[in-house]
T-cell receptor
Framework: AQSVTQLDSHVSVSEGTPVLLRCNYSSSYSPSLFWYVQHPNKGLQLLLKYTSAATLVKGINGFEAEFKKSETSFHLTKPSAHMSDAAEYFCVVSAPPRNRDDKIIFGKGTRLHILP | KAGVTQTPRYLIKTRGQQVTLSCSPISGHRSVSWYQQTPGQGLQFLFEYFSETQRNKGNFPGRFSGRQFSNSRSEMNVSTLELGDSALYLC????????????????FGEGSRLTVL
């Protein structure tokens, strides 16, 4: 079985300051991990993914995430927030294809607010 | 390249009715998956289709069903609607590189927002 926990439902940062969105996961397998972003009334868009290659993953729009197996974490960061980053962010874990259960699990989401 | 298209974008139904939602994937994508998004439960996986076959299924009752056509377009159906079925239903497509969920990217549509009265 697997699960994913986003530790904050809301995060507020000032424009130009760093962003940290936290995600912990649990998996019986070697998971693939993703961060997706959802702007209001839109579908989800992939920011970045970890698939057992480099532990530091760089994504679009200046976002990056580090896979830490010892801490079972996959936190999303950005050095400097922009107003356009205001959205909801989802941490996602997926199981290897041979696993029959819990194919893909979404975190509850973190809503990022950017203060001017 | 056109993105994932979902129709209708908004609809209102009453309890007991049924509804059919449509999803046209990105050209060349053969895997189509469906998700339900609600404020209480968040995003949950419904099912995934590939080459007209349901390959994977989430934990939803049999009232939720789907199908995929030879052109990869997919429909999902919800019968005997309940108030709790009110949600945003998202469809995603991906280029198939193996069993779902693959390690590739899911491309999402903007969703169909269903309100059940």
């Amino acid at each position: 079985a697997q699960s994913v926990t986003q530790l904050d439902s809301h995060v507020s940062v000032s424009e130009g300051t760093p962003v940290l969105l936290r995600c912990n996961y649990s998996s019986s397998y070697s998971p693939s991990l993703f961060w997706y972003v959802q702007h209001p009334n839109k579908g989800l868009q992939l920011l970045l993914k970890y698939t057992s290659a480099a532990t530091l993953v760089k994504g679009i729009n200046g976002f990056e995430a580090e896979f830490k197996k010892s801490e079972t974490s996959f936190h999303l960061t950005k050095p400097s927030a922009h107003m356009s980053d205001a959205a909801e962010y989802f941490c996602v874990v997926s199981a290897p294809p041979r696993n029959r259960d819990d194919k893909i699990i979404f975190g509850k989401g973190t809503r990022l607010h950017i203060l001017p | 390249k056109a993105g994932v298209t979902q129709t209708p974008r908004y609809l209102i139904k009453t309890r007991g009715q049924q509804v059919t939602l449509s999803c046209s994937p990105i050209s060349g994508h053969r895997s189509v998956s469906w998700y339900q998004q609600t404020p209480g439960q968040g995003l949950q996986f419904l099912f995934e289709y590939f080459s007209e076959t349901q390959r994977n299924k989430g934990n939803f009752p049999g009232r939720f069903s789907g199908r995929q056509f030879s052109n990869s377009r997919s429909e999902m159906n919800v019968s005997t609607l309940e108030l709790g079925d009110s949600a945003l239903y998202l469809c995603a497509s991906s280029s198939d590189r193996g069993q779902f969920p693959n390690t590739g990217e899911l491309f999402f549509g903007e969703g169909s927002r269903l309100t059940v009265l």
